[in-house]
């Protein structure tokens, strides 16, 4: 009888201690009155804000508690990214930026004291290729013919537009140059839209670009001249045009602008594997697939805590990369 009793109390225990876990996420994800902020790291009504706002009721509605979304832009998202960092560790303050933003500001910003390993990606939620556009008086019909060209001496240096020094563009630019051997001057510009004016008006000759409605607009009238994807497959809104691995003096040149949810590293791995899992759902549903369509980002792969990890890892090695090939310092 006392072995039984003993035997029943312990099995008491143990259910317990199995609950503990479980309740604490659960309280901790839907406290009573409780709202959930998620930070993004730009302006309103850029594609990571438009995206955010795009899961806010969905996931709202998946955690049972308020969801809303604010504005902390500034400084390549380096304002927003250090916000979130001393936030508490709840899980209860996310940060929307763009993958490039969140490795590159502390490379090449004094202010953005933190690392992208400060931070744990839960899901991308907007990705979309680099891709090499020129201006409309270029005949360059491939990637090669560029390159031939400039080798050969028959074209000047060219000048390639990016939003500043160490932003993702400059950063691409400049490990194509070093891979090519293509002389390339750095123009920098406020961001995409004066970068896209500027090849318009013929300021410049060239930019990696991220793909969205608006640049491939332009490349359907002829206004700008696509040369080619950065990734290992053609783009499904671009099927004509080759990769940048393609040809002949490429291989394996992948960068993609990506905006993401992320949460401190701090945050518990319960709560942080809550969230990714009701964002999987979400980014996995056929509404928001026709959000990607229509905004000719790339499909969402679901990732778990682990792979999304290693994924973050991988882009933030690339970067590293670069960045010490050009002595990227932070100013």
């Known amino acids: 009888m006392k072995t039984l009793f003993q035997s029943m109390r312990r099995l008491t225990w143990l259910l317990g201690a199995a609950l503990v876990p479980l309740l604490t996420t659960t309280l901790a994800l839907a406290q009573s009155g409780k709202t959930l902020v998620m930070r993004v790291a730009y302006p309103p009504g850029g594609p990571a804000d438009v995206a955010a706002r795009k899961i806010q009721g969905p996931l709202q509605a998946a955690l049972g508690q308020t969801v809303i979304?604010?504005?902390?832009?500034?400084?390549?998202?380096?304002?927003?990214?250090?916000?979130?960092?001393?936030?508490?560790?709840?899980?209860?303050?996310?940060?929307?930026?763009?993958?490039?933003?969140?490795?590159?500001?502390?490379?090449?910003?004094?202010?953005?004291?933190?690392?992208?390993?400060?931070?744990?990606?839960?899901a991308t939620i907007?990705?979309?290729?680099?891709?090499?556009?020129?201006?409309?008086?270029?005949?360059?019909?491939?990637?090669?013919?560029?390159?031939?060209?400039?080798?050969?001496?028959?074209?000047?240096?060219?000048?390639?537009?990016?939003?500043?020094?160490?932003?993702?563009?400059?950063?691409?630019?400049?490990?194509?140059?070093?891979?090519?051997?293509?002389q390339l001057l750095d123009?920098?510009?406020?961001?995409?839209?004066?970068?896209?004016?500027?090849l318009l008006s013929r300021e410049i000759d060239l930019a990696f670009v991220p793909l969205a409605p608006s640049v491939?607009?332009?490349?359907?009238?002829?206004?700008?001249?696509?040369?080619?994807?950065?990734?290992?497959?053609?783009?499904?809104?671009?099927?004509?045009?080759?990769?940048?691995?393609?040809?002949?003096?490429?291989?394996?040149?992948?960068?993609?602008?990506?905006?993401?949810?992320?949460?401190?590293?701090?945050?518990?791995?319960?709560?942080?594997?809550?969230?990714?899992?009701?964002?999987a759902t979400i980014t996995a549903s056929d509404d928001f697939q026709k959000f990607l369509q229509e905004s000719a980002a790339l499909p969402v792969e679901p990732m778990t805590l682990t792979q999304a990890s290693a994924y973050l890892q991988r882009e933030t090695d690339k970067f590293k990369r670069i960045a010490k090939l050009v002595k990227l310092e932070p100013q």
């Open 69 to 122: 979304v604010e504005n902390v832009p500034g400084a390549g998202g380096s304002i927003g990214a250090n916000n979130v960092l001393n936030a508490p560790a709840d899980g209860q303050t996310l940060l929307v930026t763009t993958g490039n933003d969140l490795i590159l500001a502390p490379m090449a910003i004094a202010q953005a004291r933190y690392k992208s390993e400060n931070y744990r990606l839960l």
């Open 126 to 182: 907007l990705p979309t290729d680099f891709t090499l556009v020129t201006n409309a008086d270029h005949s360059f019909t491939s990637l090669d013919d560029l390159v031939e060209r400039s080798r050969g001496g028959k074209t000047k240096e060219m000048s390639v537009g990016s939003w500043g020094h160490g932003s993702a563009p400059y950063l691409v630019a400049a490990d194509f140059s070093s891979a090519t051997g293509v």
């Open 187 to 198: 123009v920098p510009y406020k961001g995409a839209a004066p970068v896209i004016q500027a």
């Open 216 to 279: 491939l607009e332009l490349i359907r009238t002829g206004r700008i001249k696509p040369i080619g994807v950065s990734n290992t497959k053609r783009n499904p809104y671009l099927p004509q045009v080759p990769t940048l691995s393609e040809g002949k003096y490429l291989k394996n040149f992948v960068y993609s602008a990506w905006a993401a949810v992320f949460v401190p590293a701090s945050v518990p791995e319960p709560i942080a594997m809550r969230l990714n899992q009701h964002l």
